[in-house]
């Protein structure tokens, strides 16, 4: 079936440590998101991608990173400089780039750094 | 910068009861305004997808209208179910995808 998947679903981090989540779709789109969802918040824009090997900061950027060197593979590096990292995180795709195209999302990875 | 706007930020209503959604943004340059319903714990599911030529879609029970012009754009309900319970967010599509802060709907047996 084509979709997005998002992996791993729940993730536990020592502060101080770099951990990267997985987001592969097969469904041939071009533009890739990464969004972050607090409690209570709508879905704040981290970065996004509009094509292979290009990327923009969306919002808020700061203690990420990011790579695109597959169409299918977007993944997000959450790191030690990101001062408030616990946050449910989602990663959707679209066909068509700025933001022309319908929006499909992944089912989320919920990091929580003790 | 463009800002989305939703209210009321919940609301409680009796099962049957139809009911509106609403949703505004600042910049009216945009290629289109989605819906989405997100249940707890769970990624977003797409409603509807106006594109900016058009001004209304419809899907079963849900009815999304888009007034560039004015900023605005709502969804209807029709006849509202238990199941409809959850969170509804929409996003404008422009150069970057921006949501509002979504709507907690709650429907009441």
């Known amino acids: 079936d084509g979709g997005i998947t998002q992996s791993p679903k729940y993730l536990f981090r020592k502060e101080g440590q770099n951990v990267t989540l997985s987001c592969e779709q097969n469904l041939n789109h071009d533009a890739m998101y990464w969004y972050r969802q607090d409690p209570g918040q709508g879905l704040r824009l981290i970065y996004y991608?509009?094509?292979?090997?290009?990327?923009q900061k969306g919002d808020i950027a700061e203690g990420y990173s990011v790579s695109r060197e597959k169409k299918e593979s977007f993944p997000l590096t959450v790191t030690s400089a990101q001062k408030n990292p616990t946050a449910f995180y989602l990663c959707?795709?679209?066909?068509?780039?700025?933001?022309?195209?319908?929006?499909?999302f992944g089912e989320g990875s919920r990091l929580t750094v003790l | 910068k463009q800002e989305v706007t939703q209210i009321p930020a919940a609301l409680s209503v009796p099962e049957g009861e139809n009911l509106v959604l609403n949703c505004s943004f600042t910049?009216?340059?945009?290629?289109?305004l989605q819906w989405f319903r997100q249940d707890p714990g769970k990624g977003l599911t797409s409603l509807l997808l106006?594109?900016?030529?058009?001004r209304e879609q419809t899907s079963g029970r849900l009815n999304a209208s888009l007034d560039k012009s004015s900023g605005r754009s709502t969804l209807y309900i029709a006849a509202s179910q238990p199941g409809d319970s959850a969170t509804y967010l929409c996003a404008v599509g422009d150069d970057k995808i921006i949501f509002g802060k979504g709507t907690r709907l709650h429907i009441l047996p």
């Open positions: 991608s509009q094509i292979v090997n290009d990327f």
């Open positions: 910049d009216s340059a945009i290629y289109n």
């Open positions: 959707a795709s679209s066909m068509y780039s700025r933001g022309t195209g319908e929006l499909f």
């Open positions: 106006i594109q900016s030529s058009q």
